[in-house]
């Protein structure tokens, strides 16, 4: 219960944070009503699902610098690389320090896997390289605990970005941003992969 508690406190304590990093970046910045649940939201989700304080930090880490990626890429159809980049080597230092090898190869072959799959997509025109650099980050940090979990992201993304298509073309746009698709396909796998994939993650 105090973990949770304490998730709830630093979700609602970083809500200003974010929405200055949204700012600086398009300003814009989004409502405090809508960023504070998904910030607690991500906040539970962390304590629930981390398997360590270092797979915790991982995941903390990733979630913040992904909803303001994503509200960035809402607002101005960008993944900056100043919000995706550095965490390459540190969730990568992390997932070394957690001395497993096995977790190591899964994390670097899945990151490597989605970074490949994403940017087939890229070459084809159907996503900008953005998303493929922030499929790689997530897959990174989901291989952490088992392949599958990585697996229900993708299909997970799909589902919500086929979903995100078909409302924007009925819409009579053109373009949407595929961020925040990736973001919510990679929560609902963090989520949901218990109760699809027994036994995993823990």
Do not use: N
Not at 30 to 35: D, R
Not at 179 to 202: E, Q
């Amino acid at each position: 219960m105090v973990l949770f508690v304490g998730a709830v406190a630093a979700g609602v304590a970083v809500v200003p944070g974010l929405r200055r990093a949204v700012a600086v970046a398009t300003a814009r910045r989004p409502s405090v009503w809508l960023v504070l649940p998904v910030s607690v939201g991500a906040a539970l989700l962390i304590v629930w699902r981390a398997t360590g304080v270092l797979h915790g930090t991982a995941l903390a880490l990733v979630a913040a610098a992904g909803i303001a990626a994503g509200w960035i890429d809402a607002y101005e159809r960008r993944l900056p690389d100043v919000l995706i980049l550095p965490l390459y080597p540190v969730v990568g230092a992390l997932v070394v320090a957690a001395g497993d090898p096995d977790r190591t190869l899964r994390a670097a072959l899945l990151a490597a896997a989605a970074i490949g799959l994403f940017g087939l997509g890229c070459a084809a025109g159907q996503m900008g390289f953005g998303d493929v650099k922030l499929a790689g980050l997530l897959a990174l940090v989901l291989a952490w605990s088992d392949w599958r979990t990585a697996a229900v992201a993708l299909v997970a993304t799909v589902v919500v970005g086929g979903g995100q298509a078909a409302a924007v073309i009925a819409l009579g746009r053109k373009d949407f941003p595929y961020g925040p698709a990736i973001l919510v396909g990679a929560a609902a796998a963090l989520a949901l992969s218990p109760f699809l994939t027994p036994g995993a993650g823990r």
